[in-house]
Nanobody, 126 residues
Framework: QVQLVESGGGLVQTGGSMRLSCAAS????????MGWFRQAPGKEREFVGG????????TYADSVKGRFTISRDNAKNTVYLQMNSLKPEDTAVYYC???????????????????WGQGTQVTVSS
């Protein structure tokens, strides 16, 4: 069973930065594309971005492009979400997720991800 554990959330002021981490269990981490999603109160969970197996390719939602950066360290089974220039509208619970099938690229569809972390709260104060 794959387990994903996010960390690094908290409270930050508008314009600030924060880095989230997601540690994965298992030996096949490097074979799977990883994604980040977020869910604000009263809204559906939305795609933030994703990174392919090797880390060479990333995809971002338009709302975070240029401000957020996803990276991964396959030796540590960890994926990161660096968030800069944070805005109040970035306030949400952030989730990392692993794609259902290996050797596939980034997808923005929640249904393409089979394993999810418990989420970490990010609050951006105005």
């Amino acid at each position: 069973q794959v387990q994903l554990v996010e960390s690094g959330g908290g409270l930050v002021q508008t314009g600030g930065s924060m880095r989230l981490s997601c540690a994965a269990s298992g030996r096949t981490f490097a074979s799977y594309t990883m994604g980040w999603f977020r869910q604000a109160p009263g809204k559906e969970r939305e795609f933030v971005g994703g990174i392919t197996m090797s880390g060479k390719s990333t995809t971002y939602a338009d709302s975070v492009k240029g401000r957020f950066t996803i990276s991964r360290d396959n030796a540590k089974n960890t994926v990161y979400l660096q968030m800069n220039s944070l805005k109040p509208e970035d306030t949400a619970v952030y989730y990392c997720a692993r794609r259902r099938f290996s050797m596939l690229g980034v997808s923005s569809a929640r249904s393409e991800y089979a394993y999810w972390g418990q989420g970490t709260q990010v609050t951006v104060s105005s």
